[in-house]
């Protein structure tokens, strides 16, 4: 066994086939260890120095600037591996597994498991022998959790890695907020097509925009109440399903419907939205140009009265009065909109908004929740404005009181960032659900991308509802729905709320829409990919060698097109169901092919991924071309894609020659 495993480490050395994987990253070992790489087990840097006063702190900051991640909290050091799978076929793989945990990611009781599990595995086999001999050798691969587990010397040295530094612009909620609003500079598509509304309400400027946007929509959203019932009835919200609160979460209920015999029409109020959609739609044909006094619709009506008055109607189903002349003005100026607004349709007629920690992943800290509800004066909200998780708001209020708490200038990571909540989304037997979508970038400068052709859906675990908006109904992360094991949606809903795409284009085949995948939803995911790359290239840590494979998240709009709601970082490898146990498998053993086999055979099998964009002759103003936008809607005639050529920033190169002196 010595003889042996010392041939095995001196191949290894000589072809620089050394790896070290720290976290739960089984298949990785499992698949370059069958290909001849000999395992350099690295210390876990959190067992090596104990933690000093206000470590915590800047771990925490060092993690906001580094970029969110999908992956659990602490590294999980593997020490021993298993199995070793066999190695060229195209076959999905089906590799051992860790058994999925109820409590995943929660730091240190996941280390131990896994450790033990591993060990358990392997404890005796050659690998640990072969492990000791290469401990004085810089490892030529790294797949790590997290960067910061690694000495920074040794980082340097190591060719291979698969993370990049500096995430934050691309992989928290506030950085891609942030660098979105940057995409005039290197592209002529509207961020407001792919990306939903979203403001850091760290920054006061933002904060001010988010309020009146949400003063503008609450506008919009009262003409598209007045359309749907006519003057005698009620208008509200639905009739409310059975709640399905968990513990911990604070979800509230409409109030019952006050629109009685005697109940107030506001007769005033339709007239009031009316003149600020007029005035909206000035200002979005440049008619204010040459203003230098506020907008009229900022002043035009009394906002606090307003909105409290379109509470009642939106959430306690108090009645309008409508004419038919002011019938034909609503149903005129929200055409006119919707031709400036691309993001009218999926906006909804309750004005739901959706508050999130700015650079926390899967839902963090605890279970998302629900401040929306219809008291009056924010009864039922948390004393604390530091509210945990992901929750929803229909208050403009309730918002607000976030907004002190992590008011900061410009330079600081905000605490918190508030998105308009997609309020008609595609749902699948009355359940909502999104897409993870995985890429590789395997180099920034010049920015090479690779689109990964297999994604899977999530499923929520209640049917979908505006009425009630607990996390179970509105937050499809694994994470967060595994706390809602025992609810089920729909019987056509698989136990483990996960479908492939493969699934999802069967599903749309039987609604007739059997081309709206390759046409619409797959040429809308590239193209928001590669925007938001474009905006934070510039800002990403680029070490060359090194690569990453990034989880983008998609909510799908009734027209099947993607809203991209955020990117991960690290994302998660751990299987959840039988699908992704098999894709998170094959997407694993791709990305290895992509950055490895290719190196020495540029025709090689890169599996299912496929090349989506890279730029030629970098920063020299011209780059390959790539997929436009799908048209925006299904009603149309789906035209096929064709390529355009891109221009990549501004060239601002002046080219001369030197003059002599006469």
Known sequence: RLRKAKLQVEKAIKEKKIFAVQGPYPVIRHLLRARGWVERKLPRKGKQQKQQPGDQKKQQEKGASGGGSDEQEEAVLNPCGGAQPSLGTTEPLHLPWPQDKENKGEGEDEDKKEDNEQCSEDSDDIHNLMSSLVQDQVPNFLWTIRLGNIDHELLQRIEVVNRYPRLHALCTKEGLCQSLQNLAWFEQDDFNTF??????????????????????????????????????????????????????????????????????????????????????????????????????????????????????????????????????????????????????????????????????????????????????????????????GIVCATRLEEVLEVAPSCTAPATQVCEWVVQKYVERPLTIFDTKFDIRQWFVVTDWKPLTVWFYRDCYLRFCSRPFSLSHLEPSRHLCNVSIQKRYKALQPDPRVPPDKIWSNKQFQAHLAQLGRADAWQRVTVPGMKAAIVNALRCTRDQVGSRKGSFELFGADFLIGEDCQPWLLEINSCPTMSPSSVVTRRLCANVQRDTLRLVLDRKDNPTCSIGAFELLYREVGWGLGTATPRLPRAPAALCVSLQPAVSTSLIVGLNLMVQGSSLKKP
């Open 195 to 388: 990306f939903p509304r979203c403001y850091r309400l760290g920054i006061m400027e933002e904060q001010e925009a988010f309020i009146e946007d949400f003063r503008l929509t609450a506008a919009r959203s009262l003409l598209k109440l007045a359309l749907e019932k006519v003057r005698d009835r009620p208008v509200g919200t639905e009739q409310p399903p059975k709640s399905d609160k968990m513990p911990g979460d604070h979800v509230s209920h409409p109030m019952p419907s006050t629109a009685g015999p005697h109940a107030p029409l506001y007769p005033q109020l339709v007239e009031e939205a009316l003149e600020v959609c007029k005035q909206h739609l000035g200002i979005l044909g440049h008619e204010d140009i040459d203003r230098k006094t506020p907008s009229p619709y900022q002043t035009c009506i009394s906002w606090d009265r307003f909105l409290q008055e379109y509470y009642h109607v939106a959430h306690k189903g108090a009645r309008l009065a409508l004419s038919m002349e002011q019938q034909e003005q609503c149903q005129d100026l929200l055409q006119r909109l919707g031709e400036q607004l691309p993001q009218l349709d999926i906006e909804g007629k309750l004005n739901i908004w959706i508050l999130k920690p700015s650079a926390k992943s899967r839902g963090r800290g605890k279970a998302g929740g629900s401040t929306g509800h219809a008291y009056p004066h924010g009864e039922g909200i948390p004393p604390s404005p530091y509210r945990p």
